[in-house]
């Protein structure tokens, strides 16, 4: 058996009547974002809407197209030869309405669609599917029978966050240099089926949040409504103690609470050591009701004063997760729309510079950004919206610094100010806190103080600012060494007993 080098679509199974499938696009995206050579066939009897809805098809994801004449065997002398250069097995899908199929005379291996209750678990040179979103889970199957110790990694995440690891090479279900394939885990057909073949689940469970309830202290936990298909990765792996997972959904819980965050963050004293530069989170206060008589005192008892930045509890996850606000005096409280509850925290003067950081397992990878203007240039803002709070939303749009005086040079100086060392043991600490695989977080540095803070931790960023030759290794190592970590766990556990 060998590993699965080209992918052969007939029209027949990328059709529903008139129009492609609904999967059909998502399925070619998927095979080009692997780098598995595809291509699209059809015959001389397909109408001419078909043929250019194929055409369109195959220029967006780079596929041939092939066209069937009436013998099979001069059209896959035409496919071959143009396919020599490509190792290991071709599949053919095809409908099973369509009988062509049956006259091939050669090496290809026949995936046959629609056929109900068929499994792909065969040993002939042909094999049977019920639907088209079955190809990637037989891809992989496939290719992990052909090298025998390859490890399936089933990831779950929304389409637009899969597509940013995947056009980089991220997802690939060919194996990867450490043995791992990659497998898109789908709601379309039964999680069961596939879950079962996965070695490890990587999800960005985040995505697939319908509701969440805060716990009432900091303490108490958070209660969270998974969507439905969300519910049943939950419950095999409640179901299934050993199973790996990057990473268990109760870890995810302190990233999806600010208030949570900054706990923990106040804990980065401990790495502080005198005459150094300092690493700390900053000052907070959460706030349930912005009416309450006493919310001036209460801010200044927390080391708070204005600008502050206020932001609601839920930190993702909820549509209005991200709507924050910078005000400037108490009486900005007052009506104010972002979500309660919420946490108001120290606003940093910063030099409009922020550095995001990506811990991937063992390394550590950081960008430098430009980020919001220092509290003289907010002022100036705050005063040309008619003195009332700086709304915006941080994953569409942050207030920026258009003065001269804060960009540039400024931010060239603060690159310098970063103690790489201090951040990277405080990855390292955030990590065992954390208990996290592959996370990230930002740091400003305070002018003045150098003081080193960290005003936000986010989990499994999409890292995409880290050149992909770099990242991607990384990110692949780090899903296989916790998964090794944890076939040790399991090894150490079972000779115990």
């Given at each position: ?59 967006e994801y780079s596929c041939e197209c092939f066209l069937l004449n009436a013998s099979m065997d001069d059209a896959v002398n035409e496919i071959s030869t143009a396919w020599s250069d490509v190792g290991g097995s071709i599949l053919y899908l095809v409908s099973h309405n369509k009988d062509s199929f049956r006259k091939l005379n050669c090496h290809w291996l026949v995936i046959v669609v629609g056929v109900e209750g068929a499994s792909a678990c065969d040993n002939s040179s042909m094999l049977y599917i019920n639907k088209l979103e079955e190809l990637p889970l037989t891809i992989c199957r496939l290719n992990k029978k052909a090298i025998g110790d390859a490890q399936i990694v089933g990831y779950i995440m929304k389409p637009s966050r899969e597509e940013d ?333």
């Amino acid at each position: 058996m060998m590993l699965v080098g080209g992918v052969i679509l007939d029209e027949s199974v990328l059709f529903s009547s008139f129009e492609l499938r609904g999967g059909a696009p998502v399925l070619v995206r998927k095979l080009h974002r692997s780098n598995i050579p595809t291509a699209i066939c059809y015959g001389l009897d397909l109408s001419a809407h078909k043929v250019s809805e194929l055409k369109r098809l195959a220029v967006e994801y780079s596929c041939e197209c092939f066209l069937l004449n009436a013998s099979m065997d001069d059209a896959v002398n035409e496919i071959s030869t143009a396919w020599s250069d490509v190792g290991g097995s071709i599949l053919y899908l095809v409908s099973h309405n369509k009988d062509s199929f049956r006259k091939l005379n050669c090496h290809w291996l026949v995936i046959v669609v629609g056929v109900e209750g068929a499994s792909a678990c065969d040993n002939s040179s042909m094999l049977y599917i019920n639907k088209l979103e079955e190809l990637p889970l037989t891809i992989c199957r496939l290719n992990k029978k052909a090298i025998g110790d390859a490890q399936i990694v089933g990831y779950i995440m929304k389409p637009s966050r899969e597509e940013d690891f995947a056009k980089r090479g991220a997802f690939p279900m060919y194996p990867t240099p450490s043995r791992l394939i990659f497998l898109p885990l789908t709601f379309e057909i039964p999680l069961s089926s596939q879950l079962k073949e996965v070695d490890v689940v990587l999800h960005k469970a985040t995505d697939e949040i319908v509701s969440i309830e805060l716990g009432s202290s900091s303490e108490s936990c958070t209660r969270i409504t998974y969507t439905t298909g969300m519910q049943e990765v939950q419950r095999f792996m409640e179901d299934h103690s050993d199973f790996v997972v990057i990473d268990p959904l109760d870890n995810i819980f302190s990233v999806l609470d600010r208030l949570k965050i900054q706990l923990i963050l106040v804990g980065l004293q401990d790495l502080n050591v005198e005459g150094c530069c300092t690493i700390r989170a900053p000052h907070f206060l959460k706030v349930n009701n912005f009416s309450v008589p006493d919310l001036a005192q209460r801010l200044s008892e927390a080391k708070l004063s204005f600008p502050s930045i206020v932001k609601p509890q839920v930190a993702c996850g909820v549509a209005d997760a991200h709507s924050m606000a910078i005000v400037f005096g108490v009486e900005d409280f007052k009506d104010l729309s972002v979500p309660l509850p919420a946490v108001v925290q120290e606003y940093v003067n910063h030099t409009s510079t922020l550095f995001k950081f990506y811990v991937l397992g063992e390394n550590v990878f950081h960008v430098v950004k430009k980020s919001t203007p220092n509290s003289v240039n907010l002022m100036k803002s705050y005063e040309r919206n008619g003195l009332r709070p700086i709304m915006f939303d941080s994953l569409k749009s942050l207030p920026t610094d258009t003065e001269n005086g804060h960009s540039g040079d400024a931010a060239s100086f603060k690159v310098d100010d970063l103690d790489l060392g201090l951040v990277k043991d405080a990855a390292k600490w955030l990590a065992g806190k954390l208990d996290l695989t592959i996370f990230g977080f930002d740091v400003v540095i305070q002018e003045g103080t150098g003081d080193h803070v960290i005003v936000d931790v986010n989990y499994l960023p999409s890292f995409k600012e880290v050149p992909k030759d770099i990242a991607i290794p990384a990110f692949w190592d780090a899903i296989k060494t916790k998964l090794e970590s944890k076939k040790t766990e399991r090894a150490t556990r079972t000779f115990s007993l």
